[in-house]
């Protein structure tokens, strides 16, 4: 792919995640003007001794500290290296990737008085692949996520540690490995590293595609599972929806309808039947609603991917005339809420999915359409039995992770920073979550699979697939087999989990849609 060209003003959620998986980046020239002005009032105010959060004071409780024009490197230096106090697991590489995107573009807008080679050095490290080495716990989400920007800022001047070519050095090492000279730090440029949203808006962008990913495979699941059990589509009747019409629901049921056209596995509307249980009949409710907190992260996140959110802000006039305002856009409130909303929503999908296995699994449910466990075998093989509990124990756990990080706070500095809004708690339970319900979600891919097996195998091959279920039932079967005997499943659930990450199910399928439709 072309390099990236960043301004600061049109990032999207699907360059993040290009970026985050190895695409290149180039810092647009027109930003340069201003960022250089912003650099000179900066300057100017170091020079002239005038009272500034963070470039002649020091941080946090100690705001109104002066520091001399001497002590302003000093001060910067002494910023990054005490505030590299994370702890937890270490981030992924695609993680830190969206990191370092996140902040070259605040910064790029030309606010925050850092220099152009700044925001360079951060780009030259996304390209040559020098990945600091960032804990993932340590933020509280507001002043920024202050231990997490440290840790990704300590090797931009030559300290810390970063990964280079899958090898962990030091931060000098892994710069002069890849050609980078380090920088020092001037004043307020260490401070603009720091405070900002950087951690949860990349990590929180990689989330939101995964969950677009999600939604739409989850309703192709959905539409499996009411094939493998021989339930009706009558309740994605479009004359329903249109009587409610949220918009999401319409376009789930719409597209419920799109993927099981052509399917004969459905029950007849002449069926004394008339109705499935809620799992099956109100998918277009509740994978709509989903599809609205989808929606509404990927309305916040892009918005925060293209905000100054650091403090002090530099604000230069026509006659460069120059103000700082201290504020509080570093505050993740807007990230927090946004992303317990979506950890709620993915709880829902996974329970959702999790009671489409149970009737799937459960012969006494299911009415005897499907053997009990999906096997012939039952008493001496095992069948779907514990595959059912790793998505109950999954679903379980989500129960727990979906309470609100942003509903907690806790005073820091001094009672200085007596509000957070805890947003990268959130953000890290929204990814735990996520990899949860794709894990769910792919547990009910081979359950339903496997009953559209046997359903074939008793009812005979003549059966078909919808229009878009047969793409999705082809891509799982070129990973997992049918089981006809008791196996080792862990490996085969991880490798129908990928195609539910990295969106493969849903590509294929909405690819054949295209291709059908032309």
């Known amino acids: 792919m072309e390099p990236l060209v960043i301004s600061g003003k049109a990032l999207k959620i699907d360059d993040v995640v290009a970026v985050a998986n190895g695409r290149k980046v180039e810092l647009d020239t027109a930003v340069l003007p201003a ?34 024009a001497d002590e302003s490197l000093q001060l910067q230096l002494n910023l990054v290296r005490s505030h590299a106090a994370g702890t937890g697991p270490i981030l992924e590489e695609t993680d830190v990737r969206a990191m370092l995107l996140a902040r070259a573009n605040t910064l790029a807008q030309g606010y925050s008085g850092v220099r152009p080679i700044v925001i360079q050095t951060l780009l030259d490290m996304l390209n040559a ?124 049921a719409a597209f419920l309808r799109q993927i099981l056209r052509g399917s004969s596995f459905l029950r007849p509307a002449t069926s004394s039947n008339v109705q499935d249980p809620y799992t099956l009949r109100c998918v277009p409710q509740v994978h709509g609603a989903v599809r609205d907190s989808v929606a509404y992260a990927q309305w916040v996140l892009e918005i925060e991917l293209n905000s100054v959110n650091d403090n002090p802000l530099i604000f230069v006039d026509e006659n460069d ?9 570093f505050h993740g409130e807007p990230i927090a809420l946004a992303m317990d909303y979506l950890k709620l929503a993915l709880t829902e999908i996974g329970n959702m999915s999790e009671r489409r296995i149970a009737q799937l ?22 069948g779907f039995m514990i595959a059912h509990y790793s998505a109950a124990a999954l679903a379980s756990e989500n129960k727990v992770l979906a309470h609100p990080a942003s509903a907690d706070t806790i005073p820091s500095s001094a009672n200085i ?50 229009q878009g279920t047969a793409v999705a039932y082809h891509l799982i079967r070129q990973y997992a087999p049918f089981i006809a005997e008791d196996c080792y499943m862990a490996p085969l659930i991880e490798a129908v989990r990928q195609l539910v990450h990295d969106g493969s199910i849903k590509r294929n399928v909405e690819g054949t849609l295209s291709a059908m439709a032309q």
């Open 417 to 466: 920073e007596d509000h957070v809004s805890m947003g990268a708690t959130a953000v890290r339970q929204a990814e735990m979550i996520m990899t949860h319900v794709e894990t769910i979600v792919a547990i009910e891919l081979l359950s339903a699979t496997q009953g559209i097996d046997f359903r074939w195998r008793n009812e005979g091959d003549e059966l078909k697939l919808g």
């Open 129 to 252: 692949g020098v990945h600091p080495r960032v804990p993932a716990q340590g933020s509280l989400g507001a002043s920024g996520d202050l231990a997490p920007l440290a840790h990704l800022t300590l090797p931009l001047i030559g300290e810390g540690e970063a990964f280079y070519n899958g090898t962990l050095l030091t931060g000098a090492d892994a710069l002069a490995a890849a050609g980078i000279t380090p920088i020092q730090l001037q004043a307020k440029e260490g401070l603009a590293l720091l405070n900002g949203t950087a951690f949860m808006v990349g990590l929180g962008a990689i989330v939101v595609r995964r969950a677009i990913n999600l939604a739409l495979t989850a309703d192709i699941a959905a539409a499996l599972t009411l094939e493998a059990l021989q339930g009706t589509d009558r309740a994605y009747d479009d004359r329903v929806h249109q009587l409610r019409p949220h918009p999401r629901q319409i376009e789930c």
């Open 35 to 68: 960022v250089n002005r912003s650099r000179a009032a900066v300057d100017k105010l170091v020079r002239e001794g005038q009272i500034a959060y963070g470039i002649t004071t020091g941080f946090g409780r100690f705001k109104d500290k002066f520091i001399s």
């Open 321 to 329: 005339a120059v103000e700082v305002i201290s504020a509080g856009n």
């Open 361 to 382: 699994v459960d012969a006494n449910s299911n009415g005897g359409v499907l053997p009990m466990f999906l096997t012939e075998n039952g008493g001496l093989e095992s």
